[in-house]
């Protein structure tokens, strides 16, 4: 018995350093831009950056979008799938797996090819437009996230029975969603969200393809031209990614529905 | 004219069909029960009559309206569903005035009305509670009082007291149907208890396959079963075989013993055989022998049900149930013993059908 448990912990133990290890020495290192002692210098350098923050607030603004745009087209999609088209459900959740095995590089060259200045709709002519474009690639790298949390959310709740509750009393479909259906999973749909600003937040890949000033391109322009600040960033971008985490593990356990603690 | 007519209704799902043919005329204020075991239809044609379902075939009208087609949300109809559907992200008064919100009611009488709905309710100081904060019954009293705050015309109850445990479905039960009487809502009450549907409506429908088997009021539905389905599904049943000898004077043979029913049975002929039916409460131990509507049989059981003592009687063939009320008085019925039954002709049913 003794013997399992030093087995099972040594594991835990390995995994720990396998993962923290590099963190802490990215950490460590970040530390020492000034010769001779530690110090958060980097970190000062990085926050006072106005390119850093221009960067930030710009994934921070497209992240909020992303998320709005994403919970309203997955919301109703999940509530009628969940309420009237059962039968579609595996044919709705292979559609959002598509982004996880289509890989971003595709998904924009073929965004480029579809809306390039050339095209029919020419969102890539110009920044507002490219904008959006960069808002709706987004919109489906987070798919698989977003609706797989809505949809846990609506197979909590007894969706059939509060929908024909509410229809009884007079209301609509508008309002069945947005008064009942949307406040009951409200937790499942931030843990979606969360999830979709990390991911915003570090993307490269169709911020850079689409030459939008996003925080994932700041980050590998930063790192390809000096030394500590990408370590403070990697950081600071680990604190965003695990704040999240932290705020999805806070919602799953205290916020997923109204309860008897109330 | 009847306030909620139901005529025609048929209800196909694919090849499936739910109710065959449905046809009722409810009066304003009756309270009607649709009783039946599971998958007969009768939580179907309910949900028919709210809206939630569309008849394949037929029309249901309400006050004279044709609301066949009508959605849910145009009907003005109050429901209550079995697992109470309150809304978990709403308050007590939340719930109760969501209704009167949703019809653009001014806040004033909004809160006045949830306040009236709670004290009829008796649950006043729960107005700021959540449902989670309830126990099942207080859920599904204030799930009655959200169906009821809009004043509905029509009040739908699918099988609200099914969750609860028996005490307080007793009490409910007696609540519902105080407070139905007291408002003079028009009622459709579906459940699969017997006890309930003959205590508490007015009429009831006993349905099966899809099909309306009888309808009619409880005591008539208990005393009248026309079909062996109805009198084996409403109350505990002795069948019986019985041979036709006279039919005009009603007279039979059952296990070789002479039997009259009170009515002649028309259309029957000598020699045939006749399904019929006794209640067991409806048979008295006697000292008579020989005569006719008396069995004799040896005591199989006898189990003490408090009130009553469940007595199985061997006849030749049959295992007729006997319940003797327990006086206090005399010994009860012992295994082994010989004893002799009697009943009166017009507890003796002829069932139709099967």
Redesign the interface.
Known sequence: MNGRLIASWSVVALCGIYFLAPLIATFEFSLRLLRGHYSFEAYRLVFASGDFQSAFLFSAIIGVVTIIVGALIVTPTAYWVQLRLPALRGIVEYITLLPLVVPAIVLVFGYIKLYGSNSILPLTATPFGSDILLMLGYVALGLPYLYRAIDAGMRSIDVKTLSEAAQIQGAGFPTILFRIIIPNIRSSILSGAFLTFAIVIGEFTLASLLDRPAFGPYLQLVGASRAYEPAALAVVAFLITWGCMGIIQWLGNSGSNFSAKR | MSFLSASGIQKHFGAHVAVKRFDLEVEKGEFVTFLGPSGCGKTTMLRMI???ETPTRGTIKIAGKDVTDL?????????V?Q?Y?????LTVAGNIG??LR??GRPPQEIKKRVGEMLDMVKLPQYAER????LSGGQQQRISLA??LA?NPQILLLDEPLSALDARIRASLREEIRALQLELKITTIFVTHDQEEALSMSDRVVVMRDGEVEQIGAPKEIYNRPRTRFVASFVGTLNHLRARIVDPARGAVEIEGYPAFTKSPLDGAGVGDIQAMALRPESLQVTNADGSANVFKGVVEDAAFHGAVVRVKLRLKDTLLLVDVFNTGEGAAPQRGQTLSVTFRAEDLIALQGD
Not at chain 2, 71 to 79: D, E, S, V, Y
Not at chain 2, 85 to 89: I, M, R, T, Y
Not at chain 2, 130 to 133: H, L, T, W
Request: proline share 17%; hydrophobic share 45%.
């Open positions: 709210a809206g939630f959605p849910p949300n145009k009907r003005n109809i109050g429901m569903f697992s559907a309150l809304f978990p992200n969501f209704g949703i019809a959540y449902p989670a904060q959200r169906a809009p």
